[in-house]
């Protein structure tokens, strides 16, 4: 066995709160989401978890729950890395609408395509086969590498950039990932084998 990567959702967002359509738009973490976090961090000191590395996009709500994390782990100045690859998949021209409103326009079949779908993109925006485009090499070039040196590895990201990471790191099917669903907040324990499949997974929820 190699080392261990732990993934995190955001804390709710105020977008989340208001049920809108979200992508690279960058709204900040409700008083729920920030509790969230910090619940995560707290559920992570619990593992005795400490931390070689972290990740995260470059859009505030990944960014804040990463650091509730580190400080409850009690690694506040933790080496971060930025980057865009990890942003949430880009909504494209539904950014910024409501769901329901959404639903009521194009039809409830036509959202859950665009929402949940593999490679059927909402207009003007990625799908999840695009967003897999971007998160995967990136973490196979970047995030990887650490944790078959065997270190701790965090990633602090979104739902949907998750869902394409995981897809690839389980080997899911495209019918598979329509069902995953990520929780706010809850972060979800790899360890790797030295061949960098998965050694096994947890769920750490409340
Ligand atoms: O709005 C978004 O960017 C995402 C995540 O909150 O929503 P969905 O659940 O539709 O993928």
Redesign the pocket.
Known sequence: MSGTLVLVRHGQSE??LKN????WRDPGLTELGHSEAKAAGQRLKAKGLHFDIAYTSVLSRAQVTLQHILDEVGQPGLETIRNQALN??D?GDLSGLN?DDARAKWGEDQVHIW?RSYDVPPPGGESLRDTGARVWPYYLHDVQPHVLRGETVLVAA???SLRALIMALEGLTSEEIIAQELATGVPIIYTLNADSTVASKEILTA
Do not use: D, I, M, S
């Open positions: 977008w989340n809108l359509f979200t992508g949430e998949r909504y769901k929402r979104h739902g949907n």
